[in-house]
């Protein structure tokens, strides 16, 4: 018989080499580096208006909501209870606790920090333009991820005094707080990691309402090249992964109250 494969592919190949065709079409529909848009964006009727709000206050509110709606719906209240008083319409219904479930990563899962999605959420309501929200989720978590955090400090603690600020270096929640645990030296479940996470939250609500503010003055610029780790690695990415896939990865257990593994 003919031999088919005379190298043996790997399964870590296969997907390498799938995800660099995929993300290269990808991007040559897209137009980055071509100068050709084949893929534009698009604009849509926000229902959702906006008019400038404190950032301070935005940070405020979210920080005094973590306690009861954690990461994701926090943020959200943050805008919400202002943009209520500052806006009203739509506003004074809006389903806050909708998104309560991003917390944690997703139902508590340790993916994307639930801060983001919930600014993210605010950002893809009321600037009406694919490109304008991208960009401005994109800075969000260049800054969540290269900037040391928190550095929101409420003028009175509501759980604990913290000691600690770290530089995640990633998006993605359990890195990002297992640093932080780390450096402090406490649990997640302590009443100092609630406080850390509320003060991030704050400070990403801050940030995003500082450039939606920035958006209505007509002054907002995007400081970050979207799908930037796209184009360098070839698939949606980061540029850490030893951090969750080196040595040190956790070992599961081989069964689950719930689950068969």
Request: glycine share 8%; hydrophobic share 40%; net charge positive.
């Amino acid at each position: 018989m003919e031999k088919i494969n005379e190298k043996r592919i790997s399964r870590r190949d296969l997907i390498i080499n799938t995800g660099k065709i995929a993300a290269t079409a990808a991007i040559v529909s897209a137009g980055i580096g071509s100068g050709i848009k084949t893929a534009e964006a698009y604009k849509y009727k926000a229902v959702y208006k906006y008019a400038k709000v404190d950032p301070k206050m935005v940070a405020k509110v979210t920080y005094e909501n973590y306690f009861k709606r954690w990461c994701a719906s926090s943020v959200i209240a943050g805008f919400v209870e202002n943009l209520k008083k500052e806006v009203g319409g739509a506003w004074k219904d809006f389903p806050i606790d909708a998104y309560r479930w991003m917390h944690g990563g997703m139902a508590g899962w340790g993916a994307l920090c639930g801060t983001m999605p919930g600014a993210g959420v605010i950002i893809g309501l009321v600037t009406d333009d694919t490109d304008i929200a991208e960009a401005m989720t994109n800075d969000l978590a260049f800054y969540y991820a290269y900037t040391e955090l928190p550095s929101f400090v409420p003028e009175k603690p509501i759980k604990a005094k913290i000691r600690h600020k770290t530089i995640a270096g990633t998006p993605v929640c359990h890195i990002s707080v297992g640093r932080w645990m780390r450096a402090e030296g406490v649990g997640f479940l302590t009443n100092e990691r609630a406080e850390r996470c509320a003060r991030l939250a704050a400070n990403i609500a801050m940030e995003a309402a500082i450039m939606l503010n920035d958006w209505v003055d007509g002054k907002y610029k995007p400081k970050h090249e979207p799908l930037f780790n796209v184009v360098a690695n070839g698939i949606t990415s980061q540029n850490n992964c030893r951090d969750c896939h080196g040595g040190f990865t956790p070992t599961p257990n081989e069964t689950y109250p719930t689950l068969e593994k």
